[in-house]
């Protein structure tokens, strides 16, 4: 069995490559940080681009991609006829619920309910303080309206569903999906996915793979179930109802596209098409009448519009250019954008790489003259030419964070265990902003903004990760010690 996809030039298949350095321009000069950029069309390969250090074998955090997977083993599991997808969940976890007066709202909700997040929660209900058993939440928290009417994004509701798949196989979420199809598609065997506090896979946010294992697996949702050989690997019927507007999403969300419908755990999108979505960009989205996939990772957290940004610059800049016929080769033209996509990297911070300051500054031990979540008790500011180090002592001892001026240094962040990527620059002659990028399974970003007066330093943290780093926020001042 066919297991990798062909390339090809965009050309060959109806794509201006111009087009496709477009919309990767828009968004870098918009400083939206990408991670990487495929598209697929005509079953070829026809353009790839990584955001170093990011490659093309590097696991990426997919967050909510991983919703799709769930559903998708949902459909396995009801093809089996191990479950309807009309059946009550309740039924299926009594020991959630053993000596509880059950909800009759929780009492009602299906399996096929949940799949279309039109669940009896308007929220996602581990979440809440203090819960560790985030499947038993599903069944303890107070319901807020009656099941199969509300839509409402509910996390806890997916994950329930994966923990179902994970009882009623026997399996992982991914084991089982990999004895379906995942191997058969060529699936990276050490992709996997995270656990919540009792040993379940975080069937809401917690897949780690590499986006070409998003385009294979959206490649065979594209076509109704079946691999490039035409195998039939998932069930077609329910496939077809999965990537269709099963619910109305219209003045529930703020972003255009998404205001288009959700089916079973897919969104339905503008121009006929529909998505795998994960928060902070992470995309893969089928175009049916161009017969395309385009996938993204990113980091747009913290970036309000940053999705949409996404969407729009593609819509934009390549979809009015796609052509049903091959278009004339120009080979220099085509070379030129290939070796654009080759060499990108993550984007770093903007501004000056020196500043009248440094020859004040650079060196000395600043003590810490307020209390701070951190608990940094004194930093200093060393500069060699390209290269700075921010050198702080806190509860756990002394810490380094190294970056770079125009260009990223990558290590793994103070005592946390976590790899990322920094960069710094002077934005006015007095502050100085560090910019740190995560970049393995947690994915978002820490600055550090630091002013500088006279003999002072003000620290600002702002944390823009979902949940770590939790004691790297508010603001602290430090003098130089004399």
Partial sequence: MMTDFLTATPESVGIPSESLVAFLQELEEAELPLHSFIVLRHNRIAFESYYAPYERNTFHRMFSVTKSFVSIAIGCLAYE???????????YFPEKTEGLTIHPYLALLTIRQMLEMRTCYDS??????GVTDWVGSFFTTKPTHAPGTNWSYDTSSTHTLCALVEKLSGQTLLDYLRDHFLNLIGFSEDAYCLKDPQG?????????????????????????GCWIDGTQVLPEEYIRQAIVKQADTYAKTRVYDEMQGYG???????????????????????????????????????RDGGVEMIYQSFWKNVYPYLSDEPLEANTAVIASCLDYAESRTLATIPGYDSSP??????????????????????????FDGNFGMFRYLNATGYHIVRFGFGRNYIQEFADTGHKCAASAAFRAPETLVIKLQFVDESVGHLYIIVNFIENHATIMFNKI????????????SGTIKK
């Fill in 357 to 382: 300051v440094v020859d004040v500054i650079n060196e000395k031990t600043f003590v810490s003259d307020t209390s701070n979540y951190a608990q940094i008790k004194e930093f200093s500011f060393t």
């Fill in 124 to 129: 996602t209900t581990y979440k809440a303080k």
């Fill in 264 to 302: 079973y755990q897919f969104w339905t999108l503008t121009h006929g098409a529909y998505a795998m979505y994960g928060m902070g960009g992470q995309l893969a989205v089928a175009i049916p009448d161009k017969d395309l996939i385009f996938v993204t990772t990113a980091d747009t957290q913290g």
């Fill in 81 to 91: 006829g191990r479950i309807s997808l009309d059946d009550r969940i309740v039924d």
């Fill in 465 to 476: 990760e979902e949940s770590l780093f939790n004691e790297y926020r508010g603001t602290f």
């Fill in 200 to 224: 379940v896979s975080m069937g809401g946010s917690g897949l780690m793979c590499t986006p070409m294992d998003i385009c294979r697996v959206m490649y065979v949702v594209s076509h109704d």
